[in-house]
């Protein structure tokens, strides 16, 4: 049974169909692309994997459990984080309390302990030693009290990922985490990717243009043109598909 599975999938917008009758399925432990043409749906997608945005008809299952109807939090506590486009950070705030803002159960968010440090010091030290470690995991330990507003582009989506992983994501959604980043950093993103791939285990569905590094890393990849799922196979198959070069490509 794959982590992740979407049965005709469909979002309507008025008389706009962004997303039409698209199914396709995320084994778990996998590195899977969404590619394609600008409107081509694929941020509607991950969108409504993620519940920020409700379903017109179809149905996703994640982990064995239908999800179609819960909402974006209920979706982060299943185990799906999520990043954007532009980084989504709090740019006011350093990178490690950025880190530290979507650990679940936070004891000394509850009125009934909050007054009380001796109930919630010891949780709050682990889950800082926690940051600290995910920090290093993405090579921005360095920078744990940096606003978030002084990082480069690159350390924004890094930090991104960093805070994503915070949640303890069995899948993680990334909408181009590579879109603005100079190309070594880029290529360094991927390499964090792969890493957190092997060493733990998380499910990656990621949505990227830049297809000379994306292809380097994933399993398998899914085609969108027009809302409707073009193709779908190894990175071989699709660079060497006719009409996914023609549509995509230009070719």
């Keep these: 049974m794959p982590l992740l599975e979407l049965t005709n999938i469909r979002k309507d917008y008025g008389g706009l169909r962004a997303v039409d009758d698209v199914s396709l399925h995320v084994a778990e432990g996998a590195i899977i692309g969404l590619i394609g043409p600008n409107g081509s749906g694929k941020s509607t997608v991950i969108n409504l994997i993620a519940g920020t945005t409700d379903l017109s008809a179809g149905r996703i299952v994640f982990d064995g459990d239908d999800i179609s109807d819960l909402s974006s939090d209920q979706v982060f506590r299943r185990g799906i984080a999520r990043g954007y486009q532009e980084p989504s950070l709090y740019f006011k705030m350093t990178a490690l309390d950025n880190v530290l803002l979507p650990v679940k159960g936070q004891r000394g968010e509850h009125p009934w302990y909050a007054p009380w440090r001796r109930f919630w010091q010891a949780q709050e030290e ?71 791939r092997d060493d733990h285990g998380i499910t990656f569905l990621i949505v990227e243009h830049r297809l000379e590094i994306l292809f380097d890393f994933v399993d398998y990849v899914y085609v969108m043109h027009l809302g409707n799922l073009l193709a779908e196979g190894s990175a071989d198959d699709i660079a060497a598909h006719e009409t996914v070069r023609e549509v995509y490509f230009g070719d």
């Design 126 to 196: 682990e889950h800082a030693s926690s940051a600290i470690d995910v920090l290093e995991q993405v090579r921005l330990l360095k920078d744990y009290d940096t606003l978030a507003s002084d990082l480069s582009g690159g350390q924004m989506k890094l930090l991104e990922i960093a805070r994503a992983l915070m949640g303890g994501p069995k899948l993680l959604l990334l909408d181009e985490p590579t879109a603005g980043v100079a190309p070594k950093l880029a290529y360094e993103i991927f390499q964090q990717i792969g890493r957190l």
